[in-house]
């Protein structure tokens, strides 16, 4: 009986000890990488802030030209017609291909 008291008691003081020694000094982040928790804004609080960022941005899109943060187009993405583009991809295509023929150019990989 005594030996069975003995070994229970010090299973107990060793799960004790554990969780014991687990125990943090009682700061969260002691290198102090991590900010400070912040409260929760109430649904107020956002919506106020809500409509403060949105009059702002309504201010700043009335004032502001279109010249500033972007440069002006140029008005057609397209300069040459599909013949036009067509026409030039062949000339281009055979003049690669005569420059390969006299050895200007190697052809393929070696």
Same mark, same amino acid.
């Given at each position: 009986m005594n030996k069975t008291l003995l070994a229970v008691g010090?299973?107990?003081?060793q799960m004790?000890?554990?969780?014991?020694? !687990?125990?943090? @000094?009682? /700061?969260?982040?002691? !290198?102090?990488?991590?900010?400070?928790?912040a409260a929760k804004a109430t649904p107020a609080e956002k919506?106020?802030?809500?409509? !403060?960022r @949105?009059? /702002?941005g309504a201010k700043v899109a009335k004032t502001a030209t279109p010249g500033d943060a972007m440069p002006a187009s140029e008005g057609v993405? @397209? #300069?040459h017609t599909k013949a036009e583009r067509k026409a030039a991809?062949? #000339?281009r295509k055979a003049e690669a291909a005569a420059a390969? @023929? #006299?050895? /200007?150019?190697?052809?393929g990989e070696k």
């Open positions: 010090l299973v107990l003081a004790l000890a554990v969780n014991a020694f !687990a125990q943090s @000094k009682g /700061e969260a982040d002691p !290198a102090g990488a991590m900010a400070m928790p919506a106020a802030a809500k409509a !403060a @949105k009059s /702002e993405a @397209k #300069k991809a062949a #000339k390969v @023929k #006299k050895g /200007e150019i190697p052809a």
